[in-house]
């Protein structure tokens, strides 16, 4: 069974993107992917400014990517780039850190004048670690999500489009293991 990981590089604790991150995750376990989701604002803040790879919680976020067959990476939009703090993560990875790997890059983001941040900020990013095969990338307007307490409710506008990207997912996962 493919492991995949949801990596949500937000620095809030009532993001939106982390909360799509977890509604990514739970669908990929309806399709028997084994999921897991590692927000990087839990991490320590020294040791991953400082780029501590031998402190123990980096250490096991960073063997956590390298265990995965799939990435998830989702952030929020900001300057018309994704978060710094996903960013100060990727770059704490080898060089070929995604390699063998496929990847599935969401931004969340007020406005589609941000929508291009994930074709010309992320992927170049996510191409220099050597990703196997990066999946067509998914930009969610946050006027796309409501909340039902704590679940996101993704309005149709976008919800089969998001549907569609993670079925494209599973099958890269499951043509090129």
């Known amino acids: ?7 949500s590089g937000s620095p809030s604790p009532s ?3 982390e909360l799509i991150g977890d509604h990514v995750a739970r669908r990929l376990a309806e399709y028997e992917w084994h999921t897991g989701h590692l927000r990087v604002r839990t991490l320590p803040a ?4 400082g780029a501590d ?3 123990p919680a980096i250490a096991r976020a960073l063997e956590q990517v390298a265990r ?15 978060s710094g703090l996903l960013k100060t993560f990727l770059d ?5 850190g995604f390699t ?10 007020g406005s589609v004048a941000h929508l291009l941040v994930l074709d010309y900020a992320l992927r170049p990013v996510v191409h220099s670690l050597g990703a196997r ?3 067509q990338s998914f930009f969610l307007l946050d006027k796309h999500v409501e909340f039902q307490g704590n679940e996101p409710r993704i309005l149709p506008e976008s919800a089969g489009k998001l549907d569609d990207v993670i079925e494209q997912f599973c099958k890269s996962l499951i043509t090129n293991p």
């Open 46 to 49: 020294e040791p991953l400014l």
């Open 15 to 17: 993001s939106k993107t």
């Open 100 to 109: 063998h790997k496929a990847v599935l890059p969401l931004a969340t983001g």
């Open 133 to 135: 095969h990066v999946v």
């Open 92 to 96: 704490l990875l080898p060089q070929a």
């Open 53 to 55: 790879v031998s402190h």
């Open 68 to 82: 995965a067959d799939g990435i998830v990476l989702a952030t929020p939009t900001y300057k018309a780039s994704f």
């Open 1 to 7: 069974m493919s492991k995949v990981l949801v990596v």
